[in-house]
């Protein structure tokens, strides 16, 4: 794409989109162009169904076809400001899959299992506070106000600042692990110096302790963000409440991402269980 990239590379810059979606918009648009081996500016909406044809030939799924779809609309709109392009391209339809929730006493399990202090600190602090893994690693030293009771996490997804509750276990795990950290600048520092710890160490060290707890469930810390927004929900709090905590833009994010575990509906009377009770005169 040569000159046409690096200026689709600045546009999502400043959109302020994540890096590692700017990346993904830029790979799907120059493997579009190397596919026509002809510049964007030549192809129009035929050739975006061709490619997309030939990617679904090829076996991609849905969300794979849904990123393209994405870098598409954002070259033609955005960068070749040519919108007309790319508006009648349809979005994949994407299967949600619910997550594995985890109990409280499996949370319990995994966070014991955690052998390496920074990880299982790191991972306690992403289920205390619903953090992305990508937050927890990028916290700072000056982001925990034992105070105020809480954690300031900064540029989080969208480029977005916010608050979060500090625990008062987490809290009391926190000080105990400074006085044999002692970090300075990054709160869970890399094994570099002045690096943070690595996503993929955090990831690592859960997908051990999965194993050292038999835990058959399928555990990442996105799920202990599941888990976290569930537990929350099933205690009842208000989903607008977890929204804020969880740095979700919009409230069908977060009824997406929040559900009421199995044991939870369980546990909730039919109003069939109801009739012929004084609560069933409520029901007029």
Known sequence: MGELYQRMALDLKLKN???????QYLGCCSNFVRYHMKSPREL??????????????????????????????????VTLDRPKVAERIPWPKVPHKKPDILSGTEVTKLLKAVTSLVPAMALMTAYGAGLRVSEVCRLRVEDIDGQ???????????????????????????????????????????????????PTAVRWALKEAAKATKLRKRVTPHVLRHSFATHLLETGNDIRLIQALLGHASIRTTARYTQVSAKHV???????????????????
């Open 266 to 284: 369980a546990t909730v009377k039919s109003p069939l269980d109801l009739l012929g009770t004084k609560k069933a005169l409520a029901l007029g």
């Open 17 to 23: 989109l994540a890096p590692k979606t700017g990346r």
């Open 44 to 77: 129009g909406e035929t050739a975006i169904k061709e490619y997309l044809g030939h990617l679904q030939l090829r076996g991609a799924g849905p969300e794979v076809l849904k990123m393209n779809v994405a870098g598409m609309k954002f070259l033609y709109g």
């Open 148 to 198: 105020r009771r809480l954690i300031h996490v900064r540029l989080g997804k969208g480029g977005k600042d916010r608050y979060v509750m500090l625990a008062e276990r987490l809290l009391e795990g926190l000080r105990q692990y400074w006085v044999k950290v002692k970090p300075e600048g990054w709160l869970f520092p890399g094994r570099k110096k002045g690096t943070h710890l690595h």
